[in-house]
């Protein structure tokens, strides 16, 4: 079982970047494909980047595919969401998530109930 811990939520202004970190702790990190989703108040949860267990494969969703980037650095357990043009609609809750999935094939991974260990979430805001 892996623990997951956000940091690097806070208050930017439209136009600006941030970069948020997911730190892995338990488990074995490189077995452990990684997503990160974000919920605004009064909306559904949103699927916005993953990334395979070594690294090599990623995926985004269309809101965040020319803005955002996903990685990892699997000796120190970590994986970053940067995030980068933001705008007032990125304002959300953001919240990592990791499971093991072997080799299976996206869009596993993707979807909330692909996984079954979660972070507590960070705050985004970007005021305009």
């Known amino acids: 079982q892996v623990q997951l811990v956000e940091f690097g939520g806070g208050l930017v202004q439209a136009g600006d970047s941030l970069a948020l970190s997911c730190v892995a702790s338990?488990?074995?990190?490189?077995?452990?494909?990684v997503g990160w989703f974000r919920q605004a108040p009064g909306q559904e949860r949103e699927f916005v980047a993953a990334i395979s267990s070594s690294g090599g494969s990623r995926s985004y969703a269309p809101s965040a595919q020319f803005r955002f980037t996903i990685s990892r650095d699997n000796p120190n357990n970590t994986v970053i969401l940067q995030l980068t043009n933001l705008t007032p609609q990125d304002t959300a809750v953001y919240v990592c998530?990791?499971?093991?999935?072997?080799?299976?094939?996206?869009?596993?991974?993707?979807?909330?109930?692909?996984?079954?260990?979660w972070g507590q979430g960070v705050q985004v805001t970007v005021s305009s």
């Open positions: 338990g488990g074995t990190f490189s077995d452990y494909r």
């Open positions: 998530a990791a499971r093991s999935m072997g080799s299976t094939p996206w869009p596993a991974g993707t979807r909330a109930y692909d996984y079954d260990n």
